[in-house]
């Protein structure tokens, strides 16, 4: 924390905060007892399980296989950031438990507050980050690995609002059809995280899956053209990823999936509702 425009920093909320990754620090305009309220958003810190030789651990979905060592959420603080409570761990009132992407302050009104909560998606506060309550149900699954949260900067005329905009971010899709082998198009749930070129995994299990490259993408009808045909049959429901070709290393283990936007959403009447951006 800087008091004298960043010349000078001391450390704040080291107890309360220690470890966690921090995604969101708002210091806000209201005051309790003559301090300063801020509001601090945090995912889970956890750690990567590995085999014997160092290799991360994955599932069947070829997700890593972790465990929560301290959960993140929404804390918040009055006495300026000296100390932090977790307010996702309350029995009554506060946010729901789980990891927050994101928080962002309403121009609008200074206690007005928007969360990405992974796994439930975006809560708001009107008073002052005491209470969270669910915007409108949203447009997109709530499964998103991130959710990215803004706001305009100037008032929507139609509704005299701030705009919010959401981007939920996805390391994975599903196909939506059976796959036969020897096909050489599927059907995706999530067409928008692929790009044509990608090297993409259709993932059977942990130790069956097939790699090709993405030769054309049809977003409205989700259906996506490979290099080559399948060479085994793929259920509906089974993952499709996509990496980089320079993830690929040694054994042919891909280090790091890509993650994309789904898509944009927008809304202008406070989260009552929310429309996709071309």
């Known amino acids: 924390k800087s008091e ?30 003559g301090k300063q309220i801020v509001l601090v958003a945090a995912l889970d810190k956890i750690m990567v399980n590995r085999s014997s030789n160092g290799d991360e651990i994955r599932d069947d979905e070829l997700s890593i296989d972790s465990e929560v060592l301290r959960e993140g959420g929404i804390f918040r603080s009055v006495d300026g950031g000296v100390s932090f409570e977790n307010i996702s761990e309350q029995i009554f009132g506060g946010a729901p ?3 927050v992407s994101d928080l962002i302050k309403d121009p609008e009104n200074r206690s007005y507050f928007y969360a990405a909560i992974l796994g439930e998606g975006i809560y708001r506060t009107i008073n ?41 971010i996805y390391d994975f899709a599903r196909l939506t059809a059976d ?12 067409p928008q995280i692929f790009e044509k070129g990608d090297r ?26 490979l290099d080559s045909g399948l060479g085994t049959d793929f259920d509906s429901g089974k993952v499709v990823r996509t990496f980089s070709v ?30 996709v951006m071309d």
Do not use: C
Not at 202 to 221: A, P
């Open 128 to 168: 002052g980050g005491v209470d969270w309550s669910p915007v409108a149900e949203l447009p997109f699954e709530d499964d998103a690995i991130r959710i990215e949260l803004s706001i305009s900067p100037t008032i929507d005329p139609g509704t005299d609002h701030f705009a919010v905009y959401a981007a939920p």
């Open 200 to 225: 993409i995994r259709l993932i059977e299990s942990s130790e069956s899956f097939e790699t090709h490259t993405i030769r054309e993408i049809d977003r409205t009808t989700g259906e996506v053209t």
């Open 246 to 275: 320079e993830a690929i290393h040694i054994g042919d283990v891909v280090k790091n999936y890509n993650s994309r936007a789904l898509s944009v959403f927008r809304s202008s009447n406070a989260g009552t509702s929310w429309t």
């Open 4 to 33: 004298n425009g960043g010349d000078i920093w001391t450390l704040t909320g080291a107890r309360d905060l220690a470890g966690l990754p921090i995604t969101s620090v708002v210091p806000t305009a209201l005051t309790e007892e």
């Open 179 to 190: 796959a036969a082998a020897g096909a050489m198009k599927i059907k995706v749930d999530r």
């Open 97 to 99: 438990d789980g990891p």
